[in-house]
């Protein structure tokens, strides 16, 4: 039913509440990692410019998409702004899915329930996003796919790098790790260095 796509990486930065200049730290100490993707929360102030500004320096070398896309108008901005992808905490409705499509952009639109998450592939979703997947646990992707087939699923909520392996020898194929991987100090402060280390760590720990 659906077909792996190699191109987007199996795990996601979600940065959210961060100015352009600690965003740009974090994507800095990416570049030439296994971790390809950065989402910027459309609910952090000036988030739009960011990603545009992001796309722009390093959207060759890391995916920069949206987070928070909860309403048409956060999508155009999106949109407009060169969002690779748009993520969620909720469902898309039709208008989302339409505008994200116009935009060549990944639709991961985030669901909680079997019902839910076969609903929004049922839409056109590329990936649905459980959420908060921590509070379901790492057995229910298995359980859910096991009368569904396989389907790609990113896990979000309260996954970081001591569960998320986990989660991916449950059947997930994608992840969405916001305080998992980095110290929010070192964010703050743009210690790019130590940036660098945490995302060495993070990367021992999954099987990729």
């Not at 965003?23 to 739009?48: D, I, K, Q, Y």
Request: aromatic share 10%; proline share 4%.
């Amino acid at each position: 039913m659906f077909a792996k796509d190699a191109s987007f990486p199996k795990v996601t930065v979600i940065l959210r509440g961060y100015t352009y200049e600690q965003c740009r730290g974090v994507v800095s100490s990416l570049v030439g990692t296994r971790l390809g993707a950065v989402e910027v929360a459309m609910n952090t102030p000036g988030a739009a410019e960011t990603i545009g500004r992001l796309a722009d320096e390093f959207g060759g070398e890391v995916l920069i998409g949206a987070g928070t896309v909860i309403s048409p108008e956060r999508a155009r901005a999106a949109a407009d702004a060169g969002a690779s992808f748009m993520l969620s905490p909720i469902c898309f409705t039709q208008e989302i899915f339409d505008i994200a499509r116009s935009a060549g952009a990944v639709t991961v639109p985030a669901a909680f329930s079997p019902t839910e998450i076969a609903t929004m592939f049922d839409m056109g979703a590329d990936i649905v996003k459980v959420f908060p997947a921590a509070r379901l646990g790492a057995k229910y992707l298995s359980d859910v796919q096991a009368p569904l087939d396989w389907m790609p699923l990113m896990v979000v909520g309260g996954v970081n790098g001591e569960n998320v392996q986990e989660f991916f020898d449950a059947g997930a194929t994608y992840a969405g790790i916001g305080s998992g991987i980095f110290k929010r100090e070192d964010i703050l402060s743009m210690n790019v260095e130590a940036l660098k280390q945490q995302v060495k760590d993070f990367e021992q720990k999954v099987r990729w």
